[in-house]
């Protein structure tokens, strides 16, 4: 019996550096329509915030799209942090139902 596998792992793990700039060039696209999407925000009460921060996504967008390595570390950093910050969350909870049940 012959496994079986997808053509796209297989480009996933040949061609990881590619696999890489599509990531970084679908994030910033995404970070710019994000961008996009907050300037056009009408029902804010204090737009400037909203046009300056979709600027600021623009910006962040189009520096994703030309500079590949850089997105790459902020998407690592970004979901480490997250990650980190997921993890603390979920001790907090693992404390909080312990000393419940350790009261009742």
């Keep these: 019996m012959r496994a079986s ?3 796209g792992a297989i480009h996933i793990v040949l ?8 990531i970084a060039a679908a994030v ?3 970070t710019i329509m ?4 907050l300037m056009t925000e009408k029902t804010a009460r204090r737009r400037w915030l909203y046009v300056l921060a979709g600027v600021l996504l623009v910006l962040a967008g189009i520096w ?3 500079n ?4 790459i570390i902020t998407i690592g950093l970004w ?3 997250s990650l980190l910050v997921l993890g603390m969350s979920q001790v907090a909870a693992a404390i909080a139902v312990w000393r ?3 009261n009742s």
């Excluded at 994000?34 to 999407?37: D, I, N, P, R, T």
């Excluded at 590949?68 to 997105?71: D, M």
Aim: charged fraction near 10%; proline fraction near 6%; aromatic fraction near 12%.
């Design 5 to 7: 596998t997808e053509p």
């Design 15 to 22: 061609l990881p550096d590619l696999t890489l700039s599509f």
């Design 28 to 30: 910033g696209l995404w």
């Design 34 to 37: 994000c961008g996009l999407g």
């Design 64 to 66: 994703f799209i030309f």
């Design 68 to 71: 590949h390595a850089a997105a």
């Design 79 to 81: 979901a480490g942090m």
């Design 100 to 102: 419940a049940a350790k």
